[in-house]
């Protein structure tokens, strides 16, 4: 049975820095990522890590957020730097392997002016 936790999510000040979280159990996936979804908008990529460690993220946070991922553990982090308004959203784990795909339950992410 595959599991996902999320955690690290909060309210933080523009400008300010976050620290996202996914510990995943159940199997290994090749691929673990972030997307998000703003009230009243689709869900989004926010950042995407295979294993062999190649990363592609959105456009919107090129520059400010760094995905890693520590295989042994096999679980999945998301820095989020420089935060915005915009970037308030909920924050969904995504990991994709053999077995199929699966999402978290998601964390809020919230920025203030």
């Known amino acids: 049975q595959v599991q996902l936790a999320e955690s690290g999510g909060g309210l933080v000040q523009s400008g300010g820095s976050l620290r996202l979280s ?10 673990m990522g972030w ?3 703003a009230p009243g908008k689709q869900r989004e990529l926010v950042a995407v890590i295979v294993s062999g460690g190649r990363s592609t993220y959105g ?3 090129k520059g400010r957020f760094t995905i890693s991922r520590d295989n042994a553990q096999n679980m999945v982090y998301l820095q989020m730097s420089n935060l915005k308004p915009d970037d308030t959203a909920v924050y969904y784990c995504h ?9 978290g339950q998601g964390t809020q ?5």
């Open 35 to 37: 997307y998000r979804q």
């Open 59 to 61: 456009d919107p946070v």
């Open 22 to 31: 996914c510990a995943a159990s159940g199997s290994i996936f090749r691929v």
């Open 109 to 113: 992410v919230t920025v203030s002016p």
């Open 95 to 103: 990991v994709a392997g053999l077995g199929g795909n699966y999402w």
